[in-house]
Nanobody, 125 residues
Framework: QVQLVESGGGSVETGGSLTLSCVASGAIDTYAAGWFRQFPGKEREFVASISRYSGGSTYYTDSVKGRFTISRSNSKNTVYLQMNNLKPEDTAVYYC??????????????????WGLGTQVTVSS
């Protein structure tokens, strides 16, 4: 299992943009990956996923469709989350995770034991 480190968070105003990066400790071309977020006092929720290999298919939670884009660079062992038109309700700690099975990213992420430190995203109104 690869280790993942998130970065790229920060503070922006409503309508701003951020790009999050998730760097893996090893090759991730055979892993599906996903981004998740956690609001204070709430459970972690799914944001976006991308399937294995290059040009992987993507899937988004409804609240971020059309604003967020997940992508990957297998040569850099990195998964990205481009976030545009940010809203105050996007304020959360963002995490990434990876698994050989896409199902485990979309449906079973609540059972995953290993998570990184995440990166804080704060959107002011």
């Amino acid at each position: 299992q690869v280790q993942l480190v998130e970065s790229g968070g920060g503070s922006v105003e409503t309508g701003g943009s951020l790009t999050l990066s998730c760097v893996a400790s090893g090759a991730i071309d055979t892993y599906a990956a996903g981004w998740f977020r956690q609001f204070p006092g709430k459970e972690r929720e799914f944001v976006a996923s991308i399937s294995r290999y290059s040009g992987g298919s993507t899937y988004y939670t409804d609240s971020v469709k059309g604003r967020f884009t997940i992508s990957r660079s297998n040569s850099k062992n990195t998964v990205y989350l481009q976030m545009n038109n940010l809203k105050p309700e996007d304020t959360a700690v963002y995490y990434c995770n990876a698994d050989p099975k896409l199902h485990n990213i979309i449906q079973e992420f609540r059972n995953r034991r290993s998570w990184g430190l995440g990166t804080q995203v704060t959107v002011s109104s």
